[in-house]
């Protein structure tokens, strides 16, 4: 503070924020992450009906990696559309681009080999994210109409561009790439990652430690690193590896980029503030056109390269490839709990909002329940869950926005809110579980 | 409490409690009644109660113990329709009115029929008009109008349903003062015809100059009461403050910064949004006060320096470096702008008091200008909370859960962490209570005093001479006047901004 003067009735709020486990603790509340223990649920379900109707097991490790290779195409757009909507924008027009880029890339493959494919497709995500976005925030259209009319002109362009026939690649050597880029299995010990994860955290805490005044208590440090130990040793000895598809490893790896941008950068905080309140933090020196152009670009690229791992996967792709997939991926965000307003969201729970999607489909197959029932059904669950979020913020509302109300802090409150963060109250504990 | 008969009273509150599910007392035994044909004023601190009385009066909430008599008989209102049917019309604080309607569409909302706009409407609009000597064209849309006129909607809208009680909550807070002598007189004239107004406001000469009963609450209780006659503004203030008030003492002027160095120079500032060949100076330890009436271009002022209207003209200089207009470069010149509406322009409401605190200065409290540091994002947030004396229950608070005075602390806060050199505030006073109000003039002389300089836009005359060293009148986009706040008064720099000149 640059001015330090003491004024009247200061207060003495908690000196120290959550701690890790109170935090972690408050985001996995049902109430903020609902979407994981419907996930949960709906595991449970359909493990149980098909073990009891004598089918194949729902839980093996073959169908789950099914699952999730199948939720790449929208699980690869998903953190980048939890991007666009938290930034208080929409964008209709992955699917369109992502069928473009696909049809691109199967064009030039043949001729120049994987990279240039990979290099156009993406840059031609690229492009559109652009012109959506710079019409969209310098000319200052309607995110919805814009992009409408982008998923339109780009589906007919592709159609421009092929005639309305499949497109394919021919030559061995390009389909070989294209394979190895999509289909091949990459196996990796879970055990491993989840050890470097722990010690990694364990590195993390100690340097806390250091720059704070170094007084601070060193347990947690030891804990987390014996516990990374252990782990460690129980990856080579007992290792639990799973045999996933790269693209799966993609999905799990952008999303994680995503996620530490956003919770842990400036430029993460930013967005949120973008999304949250447009002229506050445009008042606050925060380039808001930008911050939105740039996620517009960036859910283009990520179209992109799902549309050029769409084209490797089948080497052959017709031109209305990945239409109707900007729904999937805006479903699995709002699932996720991200809001359509802007300002909240989660890039973790969208990408498990968008397996569930998928969850759904794959027990229907197991369950031989015809897909007729599954849109049905997953229609009406997003509408469910979408009417749970909103009566959360509802009541959230009336409980605590009474305006006029005196301040909670008193004499004898204060005894309520001090040490180790006991809670101050349930809600702000809500708000800080959905980042 | 004097004893008034049953027949009199319009509306009557007994022993109204409502305690919010987190606990909070915000009503405790309230106890009061309303007269026909009399003005009732309600004054209390951000945080007494008053919003909360106010809206189990008009049926928005409902008590959790106690009885509501009108005219004599208990009711149960449990929605607003129901109050509205009975005979109250509600003004509220912030204008309920619909943007993309027309003045008149929105003036006669609540009128029943199918039709979109009766065929009597725009003769009944006149009528109203006429009453309140007030005019506005009737066909102009909301979203077309400034502030103070969709307030003047406001109360047109409350005044067209010919109510028997009317409650306006801080009715004048954004109203210049010839459109406030108009409600005004329109009260008057109205509760002489047997209308009954309860008028809540922070504006206590207003309360005083226009009630005939005061009902002082602190802390959900009422604590004084009485016919205004009976009041002065120390026992006002006193009770509700519960302390003894020191008035504003006269500002620093003594001080030499005549001599110290001029921070903040505009030359030839002119914007679309309606500013015209603006120069001014200010100088380190100087408190500038924009004066002027509605829509004189006081916050497109600050905002042309501030660099949020990019489409100014002109040179703003911090130091003699030239600044674009950005809010950027304008804060890494050293310029903050603290900016009138709180929760649209200032602060995420649904978002925590530590985010919003810090939003403004992150990279230095980031880790490799990257990475925040939520341990030194929270002890600045702390500290701020102790030197400011918010009242809060903790940093993780959503700011939409605090008062206005309270949330209007944390907007300083948020600018005060990012070290500016140069404060331009936009109505700093604004709808906060009194005690609030001394902590927030505190803090600008304080500012001023350590070598800032400081820019204030004020619609209340008084607490603009209180706080400037300077006062410059702005009329219709331009500096018509500059007077030394020593050597001026209210009275004159009132006819400079309404354009009368040689004063």
Same mark, same amino acid.
């Given at each position: ?93 992955? +699917? ?44 200052? $259209? ?6 409408? /009319? ?49 010690? %990694? ?12 005044? /170094? ?26 590896? $799973? ?56 859910? /283009? ?9 769409? %084209? ?50 794959? +027990? ?52 309520? $809110? ?18 | ?44 601190? *951000? ?33 607003? *329709? ?23 569409? *929105? ?39 400034? !502030? ?19 409650? #306006? ?11 406030? =002598? ?34 002082? #609450? ?43 160095? !001029? ?62 207009? @950005? ?22 409401? =649904? ?94 002389? @304080? ?57």
């Amino acid at each position: 503070m640059s001015v330090d003067i003491q004024l009247s009735r200061a207060t003495s709020p908690r000196l120290h924020p959550q701690s890790m486990r109170r935090r972690l603790l408050s985001a996995a509340r049902p109430g903020n992450a609902g979407i994981v223990y419907a996930l949960a649920i709906l595991v449970a379900v359909f493990t149980i009906s098909s073990a009891a109707k004598g089918g194949s097991n729902y839980l093996s490790a073959v169908n789950i990696g099914n699952v999730l290779d199948q939720s790449t195409s929208a699980g690869i757009l998903v953190p980048f559309m939890t991007v666009v909507l938290i930034s208080g924008r929409f964008d209709l027009s992955v +699917g369109s681009v992502g069928g473009f880029a696909a049809v691109v890339s199967l064009d030039v493959v043949d001729q120049y080999g994987i990279w240039a494919a990979a290099v156009l497709a993406v840059g031609c995500g690229l492009g559109f994210g652009l012109i959506n976005g710079v019409i969209v925030e310098y000319l200052k $259209v309607n995110p919805f109409v814009v992009t409408l /009319g982008t998923m339109t002109a780009v589906s007919g362009l592709t159609l421009v561009v092929t005639g309305g026939n499949s497109v394919m690649a021919t030559q061995p050597g390009a389909i070989a790439q294209m394979n190895a880029l999509s289909s091949a299995f990459l196996t990796a010990n879970l055990t491993l990652i989840l050890a470097i994860v722990v010690l %990694a955290y364990a590195l993390l805490l100690a340097f806390r430690r250091t720059r704070t005044d /170094g007084a601070g208590n060193w347990t947690p440090v030891l804990v987390a690193a014996a516990a990374g130990a252990a782990l460690a040793v129980v990856a080579f000895t007992v290792p639990v590896t $799973v045999h996933w598809t790269r693209p799966v490893w993609y999905m799990l790896l952008l999303t994680l980029v995503v996620w530490v941008v956003l919770r842990f950068t400036v430029v993460g905080r930013r967005l949120y503030a973008v999304g949250g309140n447009p002229e506050a933090a445009r008042l606050s020196g925060i380039a808001v056109r930008r911050y939105r152009l740039v996620a517009f670009m960036l859910s /283009g690229a990520a179209a992109g390269f799902v549309g050029l791992l769409f %084209a490797a996967r089948l080497s052959a792709v017709n031109p209305d490839a990945l239409s109707g997939l900007e729904l999937t991926v805006i479903a699995g965000a709002i699932l996720g709990g991200t809001s359509l307003f802007g300002g909240s969201g989660s890039v973790l729970l969208s990408l498990v909002g968008t397996v569930f999607l998928y969850a759904i489909a794959d +027990g229907f197959n197991i369950l031989n329940l015809g897909s007729n029932y599954q849109d049905l059904i997953q229609g009406m669950i997003l509408i469910a869950a979408a009417a749970t979020y909103t009566a959360k913020a509802r009541t959230r509302r009336t409980t605590t926005r009474a305006a006029d109300k005196p301040p909670v802090m008193s004499a004898g409150a204060e005894t309520a $809110v001090t040490a180790e963060g006991s809670p101050a109250d349930p809600i702000s504990e809500d708000s800080a579980g959905n980042r | 409490m004097p004893v008034t008969t049953q027949a009199q009273r319009v509306l009557e509150f007994d022993n109204i409690t409502k305690v919010y599910p987190n606990g909070t007392r915000a009503l405790d035994g309230v106890s009061f009644g309303i007269r026909t044909g009399s003005v009732h004023g309600l004054v209390g601190a *951000n945080g007494a109660g008053k919003s909360t009385l106010i809206k189990i009066g008009v049926g928005a909430l409902s008590a959790d113990s106690g009885l509501i008599k009108w005219r004599g008989h208990p009711v149960r209102w449990g929605r607003p *329709n129901d109050a509205t049917r009975a005979g109250v019309a509600a003004m509220h604080q912030t204008v309920p009115l619909v943007p993309a309607l027309t003045v008149i569409e *929105n003036v006669m909302l609540a009128a029943t029929g199918w039709r979109r706009l009766p065929a009597t409407a725009h003769r009944d609009f006149e009528q109203l008009q006429a009453r309140m000597d007030y005019y506005v064209d009737p066909d102009a849309h909301v979203s077309d109008l400034p !502030v103070g006129q969709r307030q003047m909607v406001a109360i047109l809208q409350a005044l067209a349903s010919g109510a028997d009680l009317v409650v #306006m909550d801080e009715p004048t807070a954004s109203l210049a003062r010839t459109e406030r =002598e108009v409600v005004f007189r329109t009260i008057r004239q109205l509760a002489a015809n047997g209308t009954a107004f309860l008028y809540v406001s922070h504006f206590l000469d207003e309360v005083l100059d226009l009630t005939d009963e005061l009902t002082v #609450m602190r802390d959900g209780k009422i604590v004084d009461y009485g016919p205004t006659s009976s009041f002065r503004e120390s026992r006002l203030a006193q009770g509700i403050a519960g302390r003894v008030l020191t008035g504003a003492a006269p500002s620093a002027v003594e001080r030499a910064h005549e001599t110290s160095e !001029v921070l903040l120079n505009v030359a030839n500032l002119s914007s679309p949004r309606g500013l015209t060949g603006i120069n001014l100076s200010v100088r380190r330890g100087e408190i500038v006060g924009l004066a002027g009436l509605l829509g004189s271009g006081r916050s497109e002022l600050l905002h042309a320096i501030f660099g949020s209207d990019a489409a100014r003209s002109g040179t703003v200089e911090v130091a003699g470096r030239p600044v674009p207009p @950005s809010p950027r470069a304008a804060m890494r010149a050293g310029i903050a702008l603290v900016p009138e509406e709180r929760l649209l322009q200032g602060l995420i409401a =649904e978002s925590e008091i530590w985010r919003n605190v810090t939003l403004a200065h992150l990279p230095a409290l980031s880790f490799a200008r990257i990475f925040p540091s939520r341990a030194k994002e929270w002890s600045s947030t702390v500290n701020a909370i102790h030197s400011l004396g918010i009242k809060v229950s903790s940093p993780d608070s959503l700011v939409s859960e605090l008062s206005g005075g309270n949330a209007q602390k944390v907007l300083f806060a948020k600018w005060l962490l990012t070290q500016a050199e140069i404060y331009l505030f936009d109505e700093p006073c604004h709808g906060i209570d009194v005690g609030a109000k001394e902590d927030v003039v505190a803090l600008i002389r @304080s500012l001023a005093e350590s070598g800032k300089a400081v820019i204030i836009a004020d619609s209340e005359l008084r607490e603009l001479l209180a706080l400037s060293t300077r006062i410059l009148v702005l009329h219709r986009g331009r500096i018509v006047a500059e007077r030394n706040s020593r050597e001026t008064s209210e009275h004159e720099l009132l006819l400079l901004s309404s354009g009368i000149q040689g004063a």
